[in-house]
């Protein structure tokens, strides 16, 4: 073997090994990186899926009031106007996440967090609230009331 | 006694050569003048610190860091364990005390422009303590679960959320989920007691070990004063001594505090309860909030929320890296500049803080 050729080989061994020991640096990297960012991501929680929720009876429910109720794992206000209609939104507000609630003085769902205001068909008609609540449906059936979600 | 003690020293130092420890800490001299007050308040943070990590651990023996447990554990921590209020009283108020403390130490840095030329490494890691401090208070104020801090933790975790790109998966990260619950606790505990702790603690070392090698920065024009007119004092026994006397009266005021304010509790956080008035976040992201609340929904086609997290992030970066735009500072000049930004800075915090509380 000439030199040349010897040189040639050396430096080929070389690279190969600079390949090799790399790619094996990088796959190391990898396989530690990757389980990490995997087990930081949280599982998704298999959601309690409900589609209606009992209330209770028409009666206990008053005239021009709010009350939140659980949906699943997300609260909604069910509102009840001074003459007698019912009607159900997600009580997440749609600026922060805060709940909201009923205000009997000022009659309108309120927020507490940064006083953003909805009217009685779930419009956010004051403060940083940029859409309007999500609304359910209420049914009545006989004396119990029910919401379930907007098909 | 004391022939024990120097028995004892002279063990130790004979192995690690205790000597040369306190030849290093005697070398540093601190600058005396008229600004020299302004030098304690990183000492001040530093045994504010200390008070949180004695006073977190001994929490910890009783803290139970899940959603039904953990507002019962302090509960009874509060009424049950002797001394034990006084205790939580402590790591609250020390807490807060702290953050003020931090800023004010990264005030009198930045008027004294202390970070030019060789101290940015200092400067830098001080910044990011200060935002680990943060951090501190924001996942601290969870662990009790009570309703104020559940809701300023949703808004708090939902602002992160409006970035572009990054914001969601952040704040699926800092939630354990889509919504703050249990498992956002847990996350919070874990952050507060060993995430926050361990890096904190790194770049403490590397900030004290600068500032011990590289000594105090002089005020600017200082190399004009003749040798003979600059007053100095060795940093060991004399300013340490200081240090201390200063450290003690911090201890007062803790003290004073913890014992005639007690930290309230509050209602058990209830995620299908209304968000009671009155949600706000703690005082030293007051400035931040205000200013969101005073940004359009709408600035041309971008959202105000992002905006204002984007322009307060900017803003913390370039306040972060002054110590590579500032050249000025670096060659010995006065830049008026900086005392502009420093006094803007300040006084907008001051004003936004003071409008959140009063409006
Ligand atoms: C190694 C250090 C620390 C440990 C082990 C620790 C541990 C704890 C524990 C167990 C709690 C829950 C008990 C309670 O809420 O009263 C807590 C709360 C808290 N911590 Fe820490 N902590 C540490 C450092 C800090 C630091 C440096 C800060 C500075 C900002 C801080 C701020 C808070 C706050 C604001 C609370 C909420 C207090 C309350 O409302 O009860 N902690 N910490
Ligand atoms: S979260 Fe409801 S107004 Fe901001």
């Excluded at chain 1, 990088?26 to 991501?41: H, T």
């Excluded at chain 1, 949280?42 to 209330?55: D, F, I, L, T």
């Excluded at chain 2, 105090?216 to 060795?234: C, I, L, Q, Y």
């Amino acid at each position: 073997m000439d030199g040349a050729g010897n040189m040639q080989s050396e430096k080929s061994k070389r690279d190969f090994l600079k390949y090799v020991l790399g790619g094996g640096l990088m796959a190391w990297v990898a396989s530690v990186v990757y389980p990490l960012f995997a087990y930081l991501k949280p599982p998704k929680q298999a959601e309690v899926e409900v589609s209606s929720v009992k209330v209770g009876k028409l009666a206990t429910i008053e005239k021009d009031s709010g009350t939140i109720v659980r949906f699943g794992n997300k609260p909604v206000i069910l509102l009840r106007t001074s003459n007698g209609e019912l009607r159900a939104f997600s009580a997440t507000c749609t600026h922060l996440d805060c709940t909201v609630q009923y205000r009997k003085d000022l009659g309108v769902i309120w927020c507490a967090c940064h006083n953003g205001k909805y009217d009685f068909n779930g419009k956010n008609i004051a403060g940083p609230p940029p859409r309007p609540l999500d609304e359910f449906r209420v049914v009545v059936q006989g004396e119990e009331v029910f919401i379930s979600k907007n098909a | 006694m004391s022939s024990i003690l120097k028995k004892t020293y002279e063990w130790i130092d004979k192995r690690v050569q205790l000597e040369t420890l306190v030849e290093f800490m005697g070398k540093k001299y601190v600058p005396v003048h008229r600004h020299s007050i302004w030098y304690y308040f990183g000492g001040v943070s530093l045994f504010l610190f200390i008070i949180q990590v004695v006073t977190g651990i001994l929490l910890l023996l009783y803290y139970k860091g899940s959603e039904q447990l953990a507002f019962e554990s302090i509960q009874f921590i509060m009424s049950k364990v002797q001394f034990g209020w006084l205790i939580r009283s402590i790591h609250s108020w020390a807490a807060n005390l702290f953050i003020l403390s931090a800023f004010i130490h990264m005030f009198s840095v930045f008027f004294e422009r202390s970070y030019r030329e060789p101290r940015e490494i200092t400067w830098i890691t001080g910044m990011f303590m200060l935002f680990l401090g943060m951090g501190f208070g924001f996942s601290g104020y969870l662990l009790p679960w009570n309703e104020l801090a559940f809701f300023a933790t949703k808004v708090g975790t939902d602002i992160a959320g409006v970035l572009p790109f990054v914001g969601k998966p952040i704040m699926v990260f800092l939630r354990g989920g889509d919504e703050v619950t249990g498992a956002t606790l847990s996350r919070f505990f874990g952050f507060h007691v060993a995430v926050l702790p361990g890096i904190f603690t790194v770049l403490l070392s590397i900030h004290l070990v600068l500032v011990q090698r590289q000594g105090m920065s002089e005020p600017m024009g200082m190399e004009n004063v003749p040798a003979s007119e600059r007053k100095t004092m060795p940093f060991f026994p004399n300013f340490l001594l200081r240090d201390l006397l200063f450290w003690l009266i911090v201890l007062n005021v803790l003290a004073i505090l913890a014992v005639f304010f007690p930290w309230e509790l509050g209602k058990k956080a209830d995620a299908f309860a209304s968000a009671p008035a009155g949600i706000r976040p703690e005082w030293y992201f007051m400035f931040m909030f205000q200013t969101l609340k005073f940004i359009p929904a709408k600035v041309l086609f971008i959202d105000g929320e992002v905006l204002g997290v984007l322009l307060f992030g900017a803003a913390g970066l370039l306040w972060m890296i002054v110590p590579f735009w500032d050249r000025k500072s670096s060659r010995g000049e006065k830049s008026r500049l900086i005392n502009y930004v420093g006094l803007f800075v300040v006084v907008y915090i001051i004003i936004f803080t003071t409008l959140g509380y009063v409006l």
